[in-house]
């Protein structure tokens, strides 16, 4: 962990690791010390993202434009001047397993890096999605 700080260029000006939990003397599922960390590093910046995208898609939910009426309706079920919440809570459960199938897909497929990012690999990555599906996928999620 001190090696991580040092050779991080972003680190915070504070001596040691702040590390409140103990958690980097873990070593979960008895997969090691090392490859705990890595999944800890991992799902730190995994859940980031998904914060920082669910933080943008509740202000763009609470937005006239994606909340307000529509000529065709997104889905069956869809009122006009809902909060982001009553949203969710209006789509049909096919469209929340759809939903929730997509997150499960994209998830699997993370999973499928070699090195793994328990085993060396680098944490956060995530491989390239362009083109896959027969050609369907115009881009990939993270650069």
Known sequence: MIALQEGNPT???????????????????????????????????KHGRVAMAAFLGFCAQSTPLVS???TILPYKGYEAGLSPQEQWDNIPLWGKLQI???????????????????????PGYYPPIKGKGLGQIPYNLFD
């Open 11 to 45: 680190a915070q000006g504070w001596e040691g690791i702040w590390d409140p939990l103990g958690c980097a003397d873990f070593d979960f599922w008895g997969i090691g010390n090392e490859a705990t960390i890595g999944y800890l590093r991992h799902a730190e910046i």
């Open 68 to 70: 307000g009426p529509h």
């Open 100 to 122: 929730f199938t997509l997150i499960g897909m994209l998830e699997s497929y993370g999973e499928i890096l070699d090195p793994h990012y328990c085993d060396g690999g680098l």
